[in-house]
């Protein structure tokens, strides 16, 4: 193909673009900061209803986080919000009744939890189970093969000695010993190192998009504040999106939020910035919602 009709070809698909945002702006559909917003983001969720043994839990969740940005679901107990986090990755026991998920532009809503990772996704648990017998090198190294022959079917898996540098090196980032990698994934472990395996996994599988459902959980100051340090760093290096879903708003201090969004009774009420999380802090869920 000539230059002058590859030049033609840019033209025509730049003016047709042009012209779908003037018809959705002119007919005001969309502003054109939502149209772009709306393209760039990486994840979304609409209305999203959602069953649990019968009993629906979610009454149509909507929400979109953009790679780079931090979102803070905070919520009672019995609110929904853990709910909305396996659902988001596909537990069978959550059943999606009505409304969608995206991640890009791929509509996840019925792929299976091992598709949603591969594309980007990354969930942290509250209490992340232990496999005896499986050592952290071995689980991460089969995972990050996974992911790699997911998204390119033709590529090889690492080889032993590239596996251990990457690993080596990223340990070193995150400032833990080497023989941590060595010990059995989450088996004796304390609150605070389930917590650094699942940061050392974020470090190296590196998604798009990731849920903290409730990593503070379990933490003591101390502990918590060095979790969110390597957290942070994460987030600066990968550009990372981050959903964090908690009770209190402590780890928000060290996790600052661009977005707050309240959850109760399985409806997001109301939404603003780090401040309402600081009134659901000194005022308490029910008077920051009373007024709504």
């Known amino acids: 193909m000539r230059n002058s ?4 070809q840019f033209f025509t698909i730049a003016h047709a673009f042009l012209v779908d945002i003037y018809r959705a702006t002119y007919y005001g559909e969309i502003t054109i900061f939502s149209y772009v917003q709306y393209m760039l983001t990486q994840l979304r969720i609409n209305n999203l209803h959602v069953k649990v043994d019968e009993k629906e839990i979610l009454h149509g969740i909507d929400l979109s986080i953009q790679q780079g940005e931090v979102h803070a679901l905070m919520g009672p107990n019995g609110s ?6 396996l659902a988001l990755f596909g537990h069978p026991r959550y059943h999606i009744t009505q409304g969608s998920i995206f991640i890009s532009e791929q509509d996840i809503t019925t792929l299976a939890p091992h598709k949603r990772a591969h594309l980007g996704l990354f969930l942290t648990f509250q209490s992340p189970q232990a496999i005896p017998g499986v050592t952290i090198s071995t689980f991460l190294k089969q995972a990050i093969n996974a ?3 997911a998204q390119q079917p ?7 000695r590239e596996y251990r540098d990457i690993l080596q090196n990223t340990m070193n980032e995150l400032q833990m010993p080497p023989e941590f990698a060595d010990r059995y994934l989450n088996s004796g472990f304390s609150g605070g190192e389930r917590k650094k395996s699942e940061i ?3 470090a190296l599988l590196q998604p798009t998009i990731v849920v903290l459902d409730e990593i503070d959980s379990g933490l003591d100051v101390d502990a918590l504040r060095i979790v969110c340090e390597h957290i942070n760093r994460l987030r600066k290096k990968q550009q990372m999106g981050i959903l964090i879903i908690t009770h209190y708003p402590r780890i928000l201090s060290y996790i600052k939020p661009d977005y707050v969004h309240v959850l109760m009774d399985g409806r997001i009420v109301t939404s603003g910035t780090y401040t309402l999380a600081h009134q659901i802090e000194t005022r308490g869920y029910e008077q920051v919602t009373a007024r709504l």
């Open 154 to 160: 033709a590529q090889p898996s690492l080889k032993i």
């Open 147 to 149: 992911k790699r022959r």
């Open 200 to 202: 050392l996994q974020m």
């Open 80 to 85: 929904g919000k853990s709910t909305l986090s």
């Open 5 to 8: 009709e590859k030049m033609f």
